[in-house]
């Protein structure tokens, strides 16, 4: 998937909301663990329901992992489910992987091709030649790590070196190793106050903010000091959404959450003069 | 697996050999694809063959991964052999995961508890919460990344910090994250100039040591630098060992390799003086 096809996606919707599926079988409404695959039909219902407030999904494969084999096919029905149904959002795998090249092209080759995810979140430390087997899908999009939403963010992203902290290298650098306009980065929705800063270093580069809600970030701000022509932000929501309520009515309190979201961002959008 | 079992094994088999399954279905030997499980199959061959050289066994997770569900269940029966006729020797998921605190927890719950390994790789860049849930199994090994075999390694971890080198913070910062004795590190086998710094840092620790073989690691300079009184080294080679030979006749082949290593590891323990 192409910018210009994220971009349309915020103008239709006038919205910049992803949903994150961190789908855990201790959280989902119980009525549901009977079915013959909870995790999917979870998924299925919380997409039904989102959708129209919604530009992007990510599954945290990392929930799907932990059901073993049982997970993995729950995920491949979910990406499936995505790819038919709503061909025009935006498909994350939230898996934050990286490796030396040979082994970085199987996890390109499962996610953008077995698992025909549009995007791949990537950790930075192994440097240029673990993210460029990414990159070189051209028509997927590759995010990279750079300024995360957890206290653990403070031991080495904001490290110095020649007066500058290892998250904004992460980016000065990185951003020279593609030019297919495929790369984005991670900055958790906590740490709205160096999105200034990060602006000045790519200010046309898509930002995915997770941390919005559970995690305590702050829509308002993210958006103030975010935001560019195009929107520029994808904002992630995973548990104030999804377990927004355990019923039997669960799809259509996290559609409810959605639509909240939905509509402040609507107004952002319109502030900032991008619809 | 504690540390203990680890040396105790190493002073049998003579040997710190760990033999990477990065299994890849284009270069097996062609006789073994009209199996119902190739992984499978092939990675018993090379376990059976192999196991009097070496003591540990670290399975590429992407390799695996890249095969869908086929390869998770391949993944699933190679760890189970490994148990169950091989419960001596030291298992591995090379995963280089890492993600915020409620997430790590079920990668260490995938790998740790519905894959029994002893050990997975991990990735710093996310801070000390995003390593905790792995290191919070106190019987199993945590394996951080510090200084890669690959040139990627040149972009971020050399960065100098108040006079230190970012791999050099890793370890040093990582080190008081744990009181279990189950805190190891990766170091690349082409870094062995960088062994004698990291050992002043963490004389006791072990060192997971890739990049043997195809990657152009040197063992003799690998040993001189970094061995310490309980060896304190973990060495792997992939390629070189299980792609030894492409014929009907590949484990001997493979086996022949793992004992040529082997042979030059036992001379450097008791050079040593660990055996």
Redesign the interface.
Known sequence: MTIDQIVSQIKIKKSFLCVGL?VDLDKIPEHLLKSEDPIFDFSKSIIDSTAPFAIAYKP?I??F??Y??KG??SL?KVIEYLNLNYPEVFTIA?A?????????L??A??FFE??NFDAITV?????????KPFLDYKEKQTIL?AL??????????Y????HIP?FK??IS?SKKWTKNNNLMYVVGATKAESLKEIRILVPDAFLLIPGLGA?GGNLEKVSEQGMNDNCGLIVNSSRSIIYADSSIDFAEASAKEAEIIQRAMSKKLKEKGVI
């Open positions: 961190d945290n990392a929930f992992e932990s073993g084999l993995w096919k491949g939230d934050k992987r990286g490796d030396i090249g040979n082994t970085s199987k996890y080759k499962t077995i698992y950790s930075p430390y192994m440097g240029e030649d673990s993210i790590l995360t939403s957890n206290d653990g963010a403070n031991d080495f992203q490290l110095i070196n020649n290892l290298l992460v650098k995690q």
